[in-house]
């Protein structure tokens, strides 16, 4: 990964789950779908070869649900969301701004992703 003045590093809660990635940070994204409204996160997109988990890949665990397109990492020991590739762009990844260093999630622009909208299976 090339560094840049858009380099941000962030990890998960307990820190086992390191990961690098180029993003600007704003807009930052929220999305109304089912799993998302639940975090509540916003999120920063990284183009996905821009992204680089730099520790603790052991302890990362998948989720999937509905079309099982997309795929959504926490950590397994403290069970922090940390990143997803969405299915409307898989080459995409989309990070918790939360836990990047250094920044305040909750002061970046947002823009919502009307995520609701975009599920093929319905919800139960």
Not at 94 to 121: F, I, M, Q, W
Request: net charge neutral; aromatic share 6%; with cysteine.
């Amino acid at each position: 990964m090339q560094n840049s003045e858009n380099t941000q590093r962030g990890t998960c809660h307990c820190g086992k789950v390191k990961f690098e990635l180029v993003t600007d940070l704003n807009p930052a994204l929220r999305c109304n779908c089912s799993l998302c409204k639940r975090k509540g996160t916003p999120m920063v997109t990284a183009r996905e070869d821009s992204f680089k988990l730099t520790g603790g890949e052991e302890f990362v665990s998948l989720y999937q649900f509905n079309s099982m397109a997309a795929r959504h990492h926490f950590c397994r020991i403290c069970g922090i969301y940390t990143h997803h590739n969405p299915r409307s762009n898989p080459a995409l990844t989309r990070v918790n701004a939360g836990c990047l260093e250094g920044v305040d999630p909750l002061a970046l622009e947002t823009e919502l992703v009307d995520g609701a909208k975009l599920s093929l299976l319905e919800d139960k």
